[in-house]
Each structure stands twice: as structure tokens, then as C-alpha cells.
């Protein structure tokens, strides 16, 4: 079972919606709702980014799925935080390839960018490819090792 966190802000509000209705479908993944509870309400990404990125830090996720209007500044923020590797894709290549090249934790999408069914078809593919490692192994670690730096 796949520990998923899941958060977006009132951008991401009603795509993440139907990602999480389309993920408690799944029996290989249990999902974890962080918020935003309504797109009524405007918020602030940088919050929902960290929870996301905090649960991924603690154990308590795996994986993440972020979303706010353009995807743009909740993956940002989830890169401040160590250990995460935050993708913003826009289609199911990138979705494709964050995984299996980058070895990516977290997928970002834009709420106001994406449609629901590539949405669906990213975080379908995103969640069933695994990274390749080998030479793509070292490049990642390259990114670990910076991260310990001060910069
Ligand atoms: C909120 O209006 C919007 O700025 C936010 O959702 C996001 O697109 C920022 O990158």
C-alpha cells in the first residue's frame, strides 16, 4: 500500500477533488487529504506545500501530489525542503519521466492549466512507473549532496 499525501490550494481546490476521489478507488493506495477544504476561501499554497513536504519528511507519506493554480509556486516551495523532489508536469511524458529519470516524490499540477482526464492519465502513469536508477542514480544523488551544502 502506497502512503500518499495529497494538498493544493483554492487553484488547485477542485482538481484535487477529483484526484482524490479517482485515488480512494485504488486499493494499492491509501490516501491522506491535507487540504484546502473549499475553493471558496483564498490561501495560501507555501502552507499546503509544507504539509505535504513535512508528511514526506516524517514517514507518514511516500509520495505527494500538489496543486495549486499553475502548479508553479506549491512546487517551489516543496523543493526548499530536503529530500523533496517536487515535479511540475504538464502531461503524461513529463509525468512519465519525473519518475523514471528524476525519481521524483512529489507530482505538482495546475489546477487551472491541467484538465481533469490528463490529470488523471499523469497520476495513473506517475504512480505505476518506477525509476529507472543506474546513471540516473548518480545524477539524483548530485542533487542530494548539493542539498546538504549551503548554497
Ligand atoms: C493563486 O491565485 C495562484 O497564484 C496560485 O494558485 C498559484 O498559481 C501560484 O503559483
Known amino acids: 500500500m502506497l502512503k500518499l499525501a495529497i494538498a493544493a490550494d483554492h487553484g488547485g481546490y477542485e482538481l484535487k477533488e477529483y484526484i482524490v476521489n479517482y485515488l480512494r478507488s485504488r486499493r494499492d493506495v491509501e490516501v491522506t487529504d491535507l487540504g484546502t477544504d473549499t475553493d471558496k476561501q483564498s490561501v495560501d499554497y507555501p502552507d499546503y506545500a509544507a504539509k505535504?513536504?513535512?508528511?514526506?519528511?516524517?514517514?507518514?507519506?511516500?509520495?505527494?501530489?500538489?496543486?495549486?493554480?499553475?502548479?508553479?509556486?506549491?512546487?517551489?516551495?516543496?523543493?526548499?525542503?530536503?529530500?523533496?523532489?517536487?515535479?511540475?508536469?504538464?502531461?503524461?511524458?513529463?509525468?512519465?519521466?519525473?519518475?523514471?529519470?528524476n525519481d521524483a516524490n512529489i507530482l505538482a499540477m495546475g489546477g487551472r492549466t491541467t484538465g481533469k482526464e490528463t490529470a488523471m492519465d499523469m497520476v495513473r502513469i506517475w504512480l505505476e512507473t518506477e525509476f529507472e536508477g543506474g546513471r540516473h542514480s548518480r545524477r539524483v544523488g548530485k542533487i542530494t549532496e548539493l542539498e546538504q551544502k549551503e548554497m
Do not use: P, W
Request: with cysteine.
Open 52 to 101: 505535504v513536504a513535512k508528511a514526506i519528511q516524517n514517514g507518514r507519506a511516500e509520495r505527494g501530489i500538489l496543486l495549486c493554480g499553475t502548479g508553479i509556486g506549491i512546487s517551489i516551495t516543496a523543493n526548499k525542503f530536503k529530500g523533496i523532489r517536487a515535479a511540475l508536469c504538464h502531461d503524461a511524458y513529463t509525468a512519465r519521466m519525473s519518475r523514471a529519470h
